[in-house]
């Protein structure tokens, strides 16, 4: 893991970016039942001391002491989790869940990557907080998202004595989150989850928002539950172990929210360096926008949290057309964000400037634009008509007029995304 950690430190060093303020949290529906707040929580560390005992990369001649804890409350409904955002915090879960509640059983889910690297920490500091750990790791990979994986670990959960107050904690990317939460939702008819991301994809999209679920032979997601995390926990020390090909499948949910909510974030994005990110405002800035869509639309039936999904309808049929093999999931949204901003030109307006400049961005954080000689694109309309925006069989589409700005069309048609497919 060395070579790898040293390219990913490569990109965490220096100056952070500035990625602006936070959002006061009042955009778009204004609904008096869902409340979004966010503040900064004043907790300071000697950034030498950390840098010896946690390996993070401060450059020298910075201010001895900087902000480490970036903390938003997200508030839907009845239901309020706070998300903690900063270095070293996998040695400070246990401390965290034990403000929510008292010592119990807790069942880590994870996989066969990420458990030999980030559980060990986890379940120390969970025994250290007082609480009884037990490790079910599950095989690393798409294939693990089943209902049949679901009731291996429900299995092992009552194996191991967890019962109704125990809590599921997800550690590792956005299969595990998603297979965790849906584990959390259905154990005893509901238990609490923790949502400690390991990927950059997660940190800032599948983490959080309640969506847990498990894809079934038809198609990506289809069976599943909203069932909201009490705590969200996104260590950004963990990017240093991620590979480039990984890093860059999180910054395709990072570009998705740019396109669909805020332009100065796409501008902003096209002028970063790439080693001088500073992630944790970045995800950040993603956990607030979606956090603003999500308390409009919870349970996503009125349309607006359909608009996370830009890009999905096309690059869930990616996706599935490959059994889920050779291209991740960020690299389909990418393929899909492509194939939406071509219906666009025609359904929305989208200028094609405009659609240029997206596809540019994608390739600046190496992400696929085009299809692979001799896809079998036929294996994506197949899997279209299992796509969860449709209804009735009739066509509910994500499209843009402007970078910054998205809406759920009823005019597109099949032919337009065959057409915009075709062109992949």
Same mark, same amino acid.
């Given at each position: 893991?060395?070579?790898?950690?040293?390219?990913?430190?490569?990109?965490?060093?220096?100056?952070?970016?500035?990625?602006?303020?936070?959002?006061?949290?009042?955009?778009?529906?204004?609904?008096?039942?869902?409340?979004? *707040?966010?503040?900064?929580?004043?907790?300071?560390?000697?950034?030498?001391?950390?840098?010896?005992?946690?390996?993070?990369?401060?450059?020298?001649?910075?201010?001895?002491?900087?902000?480490?804890?970036?903390?938003?409350?997200?508030?839907?409904?009845?239901?309020?989790?706070?998300?903690?955002?900063?270095?070293?915090?996998?040695?400070?879960?246990?401390?965290?869940?034990?403000?929510?509640?008292?010592?119990?059983?807790?069942?880590?889910?994870?996989?066969?990557?990420?458990?030999? *690297?980030?559980?060990?920490?986890?379940?120390?500091?969970?025994?250290?907080?007082?609480?009884?750990?037990?490790?079910?790791?599950?095989?690393?990979?798409? +294939?693990?998202?089943?209902?049949?994986?679901?009731?291996?670990?429900?299995?092992?959960?009552?194996?191991?004595?967890?019962?109704?107050?125990?809590?599921?904690?997800? *550690?590792?990317?956005?299969?595990?989150?998603?297979?965790?939460?849906?584990? %959390?939702?259905?154990?005893?008819?509901?238990?609490?989850?923790? +949502?400690?991301?390991?990927?950059?994809?997660?940190?800032?999209?599948?983490?959080?928002?309640?969506?847990?679920?498990?894809?079934?032979?038809?198609?990506?997601?289809?069976?599943?539950?909203?069932?909201?995390?009490? !705590?969200?926990?996104?260590?950004?020390?963990?990017?240093?172990?991620?590979?480039?090909?990984?890093?860059?499948?999180?910054?395709?949910?990072?570009?998705?929210?740019?396109?669909?909510?805020?332009?100065?974030?796409?501008?902003?994005?096209?002028?970063?360096?790439?080693?001088?990110?500073?992630?944790?405002?970045?995800?950040?800035?993603?956990?607030?926008?979606?956090?603003?869509?999500?308390?409009?639309?919870?349970?996503?039936?009125?349309?607006?949290?359909?608009? !996370?999904?830009?890009?999905?309808?096309?690059?869930?049929?990616?996706?599935?057309?490959?059994?889920?093999?050779?291209?991740?999931?960020?690299?389909?949204?990418?393929?899909?964000?492509? %194939?939406?901003?071509?219906?666009?030109?025609?359904?929305?307006? !989208?200028?094609?400037?405009?659609?240029?400049?997206?596809?540019?961005?994608?390739?600046?954080?190496?992400?696929?634009?085009?299809?692979?000689?001799?896809?079998?694109?036929?294996?994506?309309?197949?899997?279209?008509?299992?796509?969860?925006?449709?209804?009735?069989?009739?066509?509910?589409?994500?499209?843009?007029?402007?970078?910054?700005?998205?809406?759920?069309?009823?005019?597109?048609?099949?032919?337009?995304?065959?057409?915009?497919?075709?062109?992949?």
């Amino acid at each position: 893991m060395s070579g790898i950690q040293a390219s990913a430190a490569a990109i965490l060093e220096g100056s952070p970016v500035d990625f602006g303020p936070a959002s006061d949290g009042s955009g778009g529906g204004g609904s008096s039942g869902m409340i979004y *707040l966010h503040r900064m929580e004043a907790r300071f560390v000697n950034s030498e001391c950390f840098r010896e005992s946690h390996g993070f990369p401060f450059r020298s001649g910075k201010n001895q002491y900087r902000l480490a804890v970036i903390s938003i409350e997200f508030r839907t409904g009845q239901h309020s989790y706070l998300v903690l955002i900063g270095p070293g915090l996998l040695e400070t879960v246990g401390e965290a869940i034990k403000e929510k509640l008292a010592p119990s059983r807790i069942a880590i889910v994870s996989d066969t990557n990420v458990a030999p *690297l980030f559980a060990e920490p986890v379940k120390k500091s969970l025994t250290s907080a007082g609480f009884d750990s037990v490790l079910i790791t599950v095989p690393a990979g798409e +294939q693990s998202k089943t209902l049949e994986q679901t009731g291996t670990v429900c299995e092992q959960m009552l194996q191991e004595s967890l019962d109704r107050q125990s809590i599921v904690i997800g *550690l590792g990317g956005g299969v595990i989150g998603d297979l965790s939460g849906f584990v %959390a939702a259905i154990f005893q008819r509901g238990i609490p989850n923790v +949502q400690i991301p390991t990927t950059l994809l997660a940190m800032v999209d599948s983490s959080i928002g309640g969506k847990t679920g498990v894809n079934a032979g038809a198609g990506k997601n289809l069976i599943g539950a909203i069932h909201q995390p009490m !705590l969200v926990i996104d260590d950004v020390e963990i990017l240093k172990t991620l590979p480039s090909r990984e890093l860059s499948q999180g910054f395709a949910e990072i570009i998705k929210h740019a396109i669909i909510a805020d332009a100065e974030m796409f501008r902003q994005l096209q002028d970063v360096d790439l080693n001088n990110v500073d992630f944790a405002s970045l995800i950040r800035r993603n956990v607030e926008i979606k956090a603003r869509i999500v308390a409009n639309d919870e349970r996503d039936r009125n349309g607006e949290r359909a608009l !996370l999904n830009f890009g999905h309808t096309v690059g869930h049929g990616v996706e599935r057309a490959t059994n889920y093999q050779g291209i991740s999931h960020g690299e389909a949204v990418s393929l899909g964000m492509v %194939a939406a901003c071509d219906v666009s030109i025609n359904k929305a307006g !989208l200028p094609e400037k405009q659609r240029n400049a997206i596809v540019d961005l994608l390739q600046k954080f190496e992400l696929p634009t085009k299809l692979p000689p001799n896809f079998p694109r036929q294996k994506i309309f197949d899997a279209l008509k299992f796509d969860k925006k449709f209804e009735r069989g009739e066509i509910r589409f994500v499209v843009t007029s402007k970078i910054g700005s998205a809406n759920l069309s009823r005019d597109v048609t099949m032919d337009d995304i065959r057409t915009a497919v075709g062109a992949l």
